[in-house]
């Protein structure tokens, strides 16, 4: 790649709920730079939240508020109608409550990633992208949003003053838009680790993502996430960490508490 490039590599944890769990997060901690942890709507509760604040405190893993639709039943991929207002008044309360646990470990929380169907209507949708952007801004005018590369959110989170940081999927496929292939769709997922770490080390060295329907498109990226619910996140976030490393790339977090 002719240069050391540092970036960060993140995962959305902490997705279990009372007596059950989502993946294997203590062994993610060990992993990831960045942890997106989830705020009570589309998973997790207090006990949870508590947890997996600690765990990435002891490994010193940024962490992130990671909200979603209230939607356990469906984990927060289904799409539940809402005014912008209320998505505002929503993420509100729950980045809120992870805040306020935070505070009982005590750890900071850094900044800002929207989960599954909230993340995905932001991301096409500008005035959702709006709502989410202002949500953040009155919350904390200082809480950065991590967002999906080239998409709605992160232009309007730069218009309303809020700094942006820009992310691509391990394990998800692209469309032309830049946009996520939707679940249950063809190509929507990539499950082979070494396919996963390939494509990624190609778009390092060319900056280009490619996608389902198209011509590879150019995306920005500061972070690298892989879903910590796959029954295969441990083994390809050691694979990519592997390859990636043995291209030079320095895995660090792009935001330090």
Avoid at 32 to 54: F, K, Q, R, W
Avoid at 162 to 179: C, K, N, P
Avoid at 232 to 243: F, L, P, S
Wanted: glycine share 10%; aromatic share 6%; net charge negative.
């Amino acid at each position: 790649m002719g240069c050391t490039l540092q970036i960060d590599l993140n995962s959305d944890l902490g997705e279990g709920f009372g007596p059950w769990r989502m993946g294997d997060d203590a062994t993610m901690l060990t992993l990831v730079n960045s942890a997106n942890i989830a705020c009570g709507g589309h998973a997790s509760d207090p006990e949870t939240m508590y947890d997996t604040l600690m765990l990435a405190a002891e490994h010193g893993v940024t962490v992130g508020a990671h909200p979603g639709f209230n939607d356990r039943e469906g984990f927060g991929r289904r799409l539940i109608p809402m005014s912008p207002d209320e998505i505002t008044r929503m993420i509100a309360a729950q980045v809120g409550a992870l805040m306020a646990v935070a505070k009982l470990i005590p750890t900071k929380v850094c900044y800002f990633k929207a989960h599954g169907a909230l993340g995905n209507l932001a991301a096409r949708d500008m005035n959702v992208a709006q709502a989410v952007a202002t949500a953040v801004r009155l919350i904390d005018e200082e809480l950065p949003i991590l967002a999906i590369s080239g998409t709605c959110l992160e232009h309007a989170a730069r218009s309303a003053g809020v700094t942006v940081f820009s992310e691509i999927f391990a394990d998800r496929g692209y469309l032309s838009t830049g946009q996520l292939v939707p679940r249950g769709t063809p190509g929507a997922m990539i499950h082979d680790a070494k396919e996963a770490a390939e494509r990624l080390i190609g778009f390092l060295k060319t900056g280009k993502m490619p996608v389902i329907d198209g011509e590879p498109i150019e995306l920005l990226a500061h972070s690298i996430c892989v879903h910590g619910d796959s029954p295969t996140a441990v083994a390809m976030t050691q694979e990519i960490r592997q390859r990636l490393m043995a291209e030079g790339v320095e895995f660090r977090a792009f935001l330090v508490p």
